[in-house]
């Protein structure tokens, strides 16, 4: 089963697709990162957004998208334009026929390291040593994204 992660954000989405075995082995496919440019309007970021992940999508044919949910935020601004955002990239993956699974960041961190309180870096590590990757994937979010979908795959196999 091939599912594409999602680290939502406006300025950077990360985006991760992994294939994986009914064992549970996974395999890195693709990640990376959308980016667009804070000067813009908000509906031309997210129009960025929405094309780049359907070629995205159309390239790598995932099944599955694993989506970080929204659980914090400190500046109310920054949580309505990241929503957005991600409103955005399920709208994709639902265009695109894909399953939408959602995650908790504690829930995401708990399936790679078992514990739902650990450190970004340990979890990043995890990705690392999980895809069998020589070093953590950059930037950031392309690693939380590969973790969303790892955290799928892990509660696909449970």
């Keep these: 089963m091939r599912i594409l992660g999602i680290d939502p954000g406006t300025g950077i989405m990360g985006f991760g697709v992994i294939e994986a075995d009914k064992k549970g082995k996974v395999q890195l496919v693709d990640g990376g990162v959308i980016r667009t440019l804070a000067k813009e309007d908000d509906a031309e970021r997210l129009g960025v957004i929405f094309e780049e992940l359907c070629d995205i999508i159309a390239e790598t044919k995932p099944t599955e ?94």
């Design 65 to 158: 998208m694993a989506i970080e949910k929204l659980f914090f935020a400190q500046n109310v601004t920054t949580a309505m334009t990241v929503a957005q955002a991600r409103g955005v990239a399920i709208v994709a993956g639902k265009q695109a026929g894909l399953k939408i699974a959602e995650y908790t960041p504690l829930q995401i961190k708990q399936a790679l390291t078992g514990y739902g309180r650990a450190e970004k870096k340990q979890m990043q590590e995890m990705v690392r040593i999980i895809l069998g990757l020589k070093v953590v994937p950059q930037p950031d979010d392309c690693a939380d994204a590969l973790a969303a979908a790892i955290c799928h795959a892990h509660s696909l196999r449970s």
